[in-house]
């Protein structure tokens, strides 16, 4: 029972600094606290196990430093995942390919042709002339009757 007690206590006070403290922190100053807290973590566990870590011989301790290389590994690729996304902001140096749709006259639908006519009236996409330069509807991708008979007469 004289473990359960404080042990509780612990856990009711680290519940209420998480949820009355912590919100109110910025995230820097989180990181801070977690690797101070990662630190005395660490050198608790030694000195708990100070006999084990004495005793072991060049094996176990490459073994014993893996938790750090796993720790180190994963902060490099948090750091370098904020720097790629400080980095993201940045304007291509690319130009944009000029947009251009089919007249909204030609839309199979009605959504189509509202969304055609929003791009339209804000100026978002250039919109194509009425009919194309082979005569062909816009909206259709399909052969007008002069053009499969012309089509059928080089086949046969």
Known sequence: MEFFLPSLLIVLLALGLIFAVFPQMG???????????????VRHHRSIFKQDYETMTWTTAAASAA???????VVLFGIGYLLFLWGAGKPSSLPAPPMTIPPPET??????????NGLKATGLATVASARPANNRSAASPTLNTAERESIASKIA
């Open 67 to 73: 938790p750090y290389v796993l720790v180190g590994v």
């Open 107 to 116: 839309a199979t639908n009605i959504l189509t042709s509202a969304i055609g």
């Open 27 to 41: 995230p820097f100053m989180l990181a801070i606290f977690a690797a101070i807290a990662l630190v005395i973590a």
